[in-house]
């Protein structure tokens, strides 16, 4: 099975940076996903890591151990419409082809002027 | 492409009731996937398919029945409602291999009295 952890919620103040930790505890592990869901919303994707190791992407960055069981996303330069909540997902080993992903319980960040 | 589309986007349903969330892609995904929402609780995994003809349970398939005849369409199908279904459905889609990410659909509100 997975466990995976993440802070409930975080602010910050808009231009500021936020780094949002995820730790995961897996019997398989196979790479880890970084979705952004605002309010009443579909989660859309934000990163990828399946190697150890720092993924840049804009103003988004993310972060994998996998020795360690840890990551983190970083946001950089926040703005208002940054304020959402951040869904951290593992992707487990499964024997067919396919995607099957269990998620944190999100992290809610909310960006103050 | 329309992507990933659920309907209806609202339900309420009286305890008991019977009934099929719609579920389609059209982007020849192999791999489609049911979630609930629950607050605070992130995304869990209901029933997944890596393929036509394929099903397989998540997390929580208790009370949920799901089939794939096509490609294109994954109904979820809540055999007799009960409150503790109230949530937020997605479903999710994604081409077969390890570097996809999934694609939502805009998500079922459902409401259990």
Redesign the interface.
């Known amino acids: 099975g997975q466990n995976?952890d993440q802070p409930?919620e975080m602010t910050a103040t808009e231009g500021a940076i936020v780094q949002i930790n995820c730790t995961y505890q897996t019997s398989g592990f196979?790479?880890l996903?970084w979705?952004q869901q605002h309010a009443g919303?579909?989660?859309?994707?934000l990163s990828?890591n399946?190697l150890d190791g720092l993924e840049e992407k804009g103003r988004f960055s993310s972060f994998l151990s996998r020795s360690k069981g840890y990551s983190y996303l970083l946001l950089k330069e926040l703005q208002m419409k940054d304020s959402a909540s951040y869904?951290c997902?593992v992707?487990d080993r499964v024997k067919?082809?396919?995607?099957?992903?269990?998620?944190?319980?999100?992290t809610r960040v909310l960006v103050k002027p | 492409n329309a992507g990933v589309t659920q309907t209806p986007k609202f339900q309420v349903l009286k305890t008991g009731q019977s009934m099929t969330l719609q579920c389609a892609q059209d982007m020849n995904h192999?791999?489609m996937?049911w979630?609930r929402q629950d607050p605070?609780?992130?995304?869990?995994?209901i029933h997944?398919s890596?393929g036509a003809g394929?099903t397989d349970q998540?997390?929580v398939p208790n009370g949920y029945n799901v089939s794939r005849s096509t490609t294109e369409d994954f109904p979820l199908r809540l055999l007799s409602a009960a409150p503790s279904q109230t949530s937020v459905y997605?479903c999710a889609s994604?081409p077969?291999?390890?570097?996809?990410?999934?694609?939502?659909?805009?998500?079922t509100r459902l409401t259990v009295t």
Do not use: C, D
């Open positions: 995976i409930t196979n790479g996903f979705y919303e579909a989660p859309t994707f990828y399946v869904l997902a992707r067919a082809a396919g995607n099957k992903l269990t998620f944190g319980g999100g | 192999e791999y996937s979630y605070g609780m992130g995304l869990r995994l997944y890596v394929i998540g997390e997605f994604t077969s291999g390890q570097a996809y990410e999934q694609y939502f659909g805009p998500g």
